[in-house]
């Protein structure tokens, strides 16, 4: 599956995930959607089951922001920072300290729009290559949960598919 | 190791282009030293200290040929790596498609306020 808007993610060099998504909506919509608490808690979920509980965005350089979410199994998990720059419609940077982690990354996040689309590019940066790894591999647990998720539901599926009345 | 300090070594590996390229002329097939190094105009020894990196990262293994030592290819720690990279980018991708649907739903809801002003969005 290969669609002009398709989500890029790549791990150049020792400490960063870069990722790269365009947007069928001018740049000032995808700002909005990723700056107004309204807004995000309906997109930036993670996989089913998550709900995100806090959302305390920062408006102005040195605001400090904190996002949390909770699963319907009781499991949290949170994450906030401090933002550095910030250029409406173009240019975010802030630190970043997940729950449960050691250290501070460093994410910015570009905003740019061609034809009507908008590409954004968020770069995260660790402090090693040992923490960088660390936070893919969390993803990777959390992914597994979620093809659990889906691979219940294609069981669920088939298990009717598979069951003609005899 | 551990699959974590793995993983380390795997990226660690293919953050060098050089041996990314060694390791997409391995694809092809296995080959020497010698072979290795021509296409790359370096040194024998500078070739050896990248595949050295390589095998300790489990990305490259010794064929039996005692004479020419040949060097292939071993796709596993490469599967591992980019297999993480792909789980971390569903995850994200699950994201952007709820924006995507939101993004539809915020541009129709401000072409109908423009429409009628008045109505629909309330703010």
């Known amino acids: 599956m290969n669609t002009p808007n398709a989500l890029q993610v790549s791990a150049p060099g020792d400490r960063e995930i870069v990722m790269t998504r365009v947007f069928d909506a001018p740049r000032h919509l995808v700002f909005e959607a990723f700056s107004k608490p309204e807004l995000l808690k309906r997109w930036l979920l993670g996989p089913p089951g998550w709900e995100m509980v806090v959302c305390q965005v920062a408006n102005k350089i040195g605001d400090s922001w904190r996002y949390e979410w909770r699963h319907t199994d009781g499991r949290q998990f949170g994450t906030g920072g401090v933002c550095r720059e910030l250029v409406p419609n173009a240019r975010v940077v802030f630190t970043e300290n ?23 590019t968020m770069t995260q940066s660790f402090p090693s290559r040992e923490i960088r790894d660390m936070v893919l591999k969390s993803g ?26 005899l | 190791m ?31 030293v010698n072979e290795l190094a021509r296409p790359f105009s370096m040194t024998q020894p500078a070739v050896s200290k990248h595949l050295k990196v390589l095998e300790r990262a489990g990305l490259v293994s010794r064929g039996r040929d005692a004479q020419r030592r040949p060097r292939r290819l071993v796709a596993r720690p490469l ?9 971390y980018r569903r995850i994200w991708e699950g994201n952007f498609l709820r924006l995507d649907g939101l993004l539809v739903e915020i541009k129709a809801a401000r072409t109908r306020t423009k429409r009628n002003p008045g109505k629909g969005e309330s703010r």
């Open chain 1, 98 to 120: 997940m729950d449960g982690y050691p250290s501070e990354s460093v994410v910015t996040t570009t905003f740019t729009e061609q034809d009507g689309k908008t590409t954004v």
């Open chain 1, 140 to 165: 990777q647990d959390r992914g597994v949960a979620m093809s659990y998720d889906r691979l219940a539901e294609l069981l669920k599926g088939h298990a009717r598919a598979a069951n003609p009345p």
């Open chain 2, 2 to 32: 551990t699959p974590s300090h793995r993983l380390d070594a795997t990226f660690a590996a293919l953050a060098d282009p050089t041996r990314r390229a060694i390791l997409a002329r391995l694809a092809d097939g296995e080959a020497s």
């Open chain 2, 79 to 87: 599967a591992e790596a980019t297999g993480w990279l792909e789980r």
